[in-house]
């Protein structure tokens, strides 16, 4: 059963990679790169407990809490950048005018 678990926990990490590249907005990635940190921290569990290595359970709270910190701060970024598509920029006032 645990062989399974692993096996759609990797499935699903390689459809947030999917995800991840082709996203359509930018908080769809963010939030793909999220799933697939969380999605880390259960293979690590489930491959520590699999070994016997009860220590890994230690590394996948670190790990964890890496990825949230990360995308907080990806979070705190992309507010205060604007993202345009380059097929997407709207032409500017002055153009309206003319």
Do not use: W
């Not at 692993?6 to 999220?34: E, H, K, Q, S």
């Not at 880390?40 to 890496?66: C, K, N, Q, W």
């Not at 995308?71 to 345009?84: A, P, T």
Request: charged fraction near 15%.
């Amino acid at each position: 059963m645990l062989t399974a678990a692993t096996i759609a926990i990797l499935v699903v990490m390689l459809l947030a990679i999917i995800r991840c590249v082709v996203g359509p907005t930018l908080y769809d990635r963010i939030l793909a790169f999220n799933m697939f940190g969380t999605k880390t921290v259960l293979l690590i569990s489930i491959l520590g407990f699999l070994m016997g290595r009860p220590e890994f359970l230690d590394i996948a709270l670190v790990y964890a809490l890496i990825n949230f910190i990360s995308v907080i701060g990806v979070l705190r970024f992309s507010d205060s950048i604007e993202f345009k598509h380059p097929l997407q920029q709207q032409a500017s006032p002055k153009e309206d005018k003319q």
